[in-house]
């Protein structure tokens, strides 16, 4: 089975058994799963606990006593921990970076909040960012969780992307448009 397929499964469940759940637990069980995710991720994870977690010689036992260590050394919510360790059970621990993605999605459409990403050619104070994000609001009518982006390549100007949508007011982009616009090579 695909992993994306797995992690859609695997969230949507989660999502069930978390039916009703105030916002502020959803948002830190997500938080919580997110951040093992990325500790767990292949490319950028830590290597001391992906060899705990993933080398066979460890047993599930061992694995779920690490998990639990790590819970209670950061105050994880109950469910978590034991949807870390249902994960265990069924050897679907290499899968959670991909879960965890999907619980973040279905989290955001439950709670109204969309993701967007920023892209500038130099680093927004909090004033200019606060100013993109609300107008991104008032565009979406949903609430903004900015990963803002430095891309000096973009030369000047913002480009906000949000799922596929994406509006795009770099120099680069009104480059471009002009050189195709008139044929220039």
């Known amino acids: 089975m695909q992993?994306?397929?797995?992690?859609?499964?695997?969230?949507?469940?989660l999502g069930l058994a978390l039916q009703g759940a105030p916002e502020d637990r959803l948002t830190r069980i997500e938080e919580q799963l997110s951040a093992v995710g990325a500790a767990l991720d292949r490319r950028t994870g830590d290597q001391t606990l992906r060899q705990a977690m993933f080398n066979p010689t460890f047993s599930a036992g061992q694995r779920k006593d690490v998990l639990g260590g790590i819970a209670k050394a950061h105050d994880f919510d109950a469910t978590a921990l034991?949807?870390?360790q249902l994960l265990v059970d069924?050897?679907?621990?290499?899968?959670?970076?991909t879960i965890a993605a999907a619980f973040r999605a279905e989290v955001d459409a439950?709670?109204?909040?969309?993701?967007?990403?920023?892209?500038t050619a130099k680093a927004l104070d909090t004033r200019d960012l606060?100013?993109?994000?609300?107008?991104l609001e008032k565009k979406t009518?949903?609430?903004?969780v900015p990963d803002v982006q430095v891309d000096?390549?973009?030369?000047?100007?913002?480009?906000?992307?949000?799922?596929?949508?994406?509006?795009?007011a770099t120099v680069k982009a009104q480059l471009e448009r002009l050189r195709s616009e008139f044929n220039i090579q």
Request: proline letters at 3%.
């Open 152 to 168: 000096p390549s973009i030369i000047a100007g913002v480009q906000a992307r949000i799922g596929g949508l994406v509006y795009d």
């Open 110 to 119: 439950r709670i109204g909040r969309v993701r967007a990403v920023i892209v």
């Open 90 to 97: 069924k050897n679907r621990l290499a899968s959670l970076p």
């Open 141 to 144: 009518g949903k609430r903004v």
């Open 130 to 135: 606060a100013a993109i994000v609300a107008g």
């Open 3 to 13: 992993d994306g397929t797995v992690g859609r499964r695997y969230a949507r469940a």
């Open 82 to 84: 034991t949807f870390l």
